[in-house]
Nanobody
Framework: QVQLVESGGGLVQPGGSLRLSCAAS????????MGWYRQAPGQQRELVAR???????NYADSVKGRFTISRDNAKNTVYLQMNSLKPEDTAVYFC????????WGRGTQVTVSS
């Protein structure tokens, strides 16, 4: 069964940067959107950024200008470059692929703290 595997999370100081990656463990036919979501303790999961197969992007207002999503269709991989990180960005980050069905990763922890 194909799985999504995230990497790149960790502990970073405010103002720092991290780059998340999410790759499929096998082939997924016809992926439409790829996205990143996050969930902080006690809060609902929210969309952070999404990118279409054609490269169009949309971002949550809270991350615009700081985060950049990109994808490599040949590698079935999506990335999230996160700059100028703030403590409120602390959450578990999940990737999601929209195809014939939805695929979710298991999440990677991002902690922004001094």
């Amino acid at each position: 069964q194909v799985q999504l595997v995230e990497s790149g999370g960790g502990l970073v100081q405010p103002g720092g940067s991290l780059r998340l990656s999410c790759a499929a463990s096998g082939s997924i036919f016809s992926i439409y959107n790829m996205g990143w979501y996050r969930q902080a303790p006690g809060q609902q999961r929210e969309l952070v950024a999404r990118i279409t197969r054609g490269g169009s992007t949309n971002y949550a207002d809270s991350v615009k200008g700081r985060f950049t999503i990109s994808r490599d269709n040949a590698k079935n991989t999506v990335y999230l470059q996160m700059n100028s990180l703030k403590p409120e960005d602390t959450a578990v980050y999940f990737c999601k692929f929209d195809a014939i069905r939805d695929y979710w990763g298991r999440g990677t922890q991002v902690t922004v703290s001094s």
